[in-house]
């Protein structure tokens, strides 16, 4: 079983940068591809990023491409979401989640543990 908590959310304006995390507990970490998700008010859980076991492979939607950046640490069994040129439409809770069924897992029904959602604010 993993236990995921995320942190790093909060309020920024547009064009600024948040780094989130997402702690794991439990050793086998590193079995799991991890993802990050976000919700906004009425809107349905949408994919954001992905990041293979090894951390070798990752993949972004493509309204977040080449501003967020997925990383994981292996060894402090932490992933993280560096979030640059936030726009107002990237305000949502974002979540991280755990899935054993590889790496290019975009829905959400695939993962098996999920964080409890880190709030993310951008004003204009």
């Known amino acids: 079983q993993v236990q995921l908590v995320e942190s790093g959310g909060g309020l920024v304006q547009a064009g600024g940068s948040l780094r989130l995390s997402c702690a794991a507990s439990?050793?086998?970490?590193?079995?799991?591809?991890i993802g990050w998700f976000r919700q906004a008010p009425g809107k349905e859980r949408e994919f954001v990023a992905t990041?293979?076991?090894?951390?070798?492979?990752?993949y972004y939607a493509d309204s977040v491409k080449a501003r967020f950046t997925i990383s994981r640490d292996n060894a402090k069994y932490t992933m993280y979401l560096q979030m640059n040129s936030l726009k107002p439409e990237d305000t949502a809770v974002y979540y991280c989640?755990?899935?054993?069924?590889?790496?290019?897992?975009?829905?959400?029904?695939?993962?098996?543990?999920w964080g409890q959602g880190t709030q993310v604010t951008v004003s204009s």
């Open positions: 990041i293979s076991r090894s951390g070798d492979f990752t």
């Open positions: 439990g050793r086998t970490f590193s079995r799991y591809a």
């Open positions: 989640a755990a899935t054993a069924s590889g790496w290019y897992v975009l829905r959400p029904d695939e993962y098996d543990y």
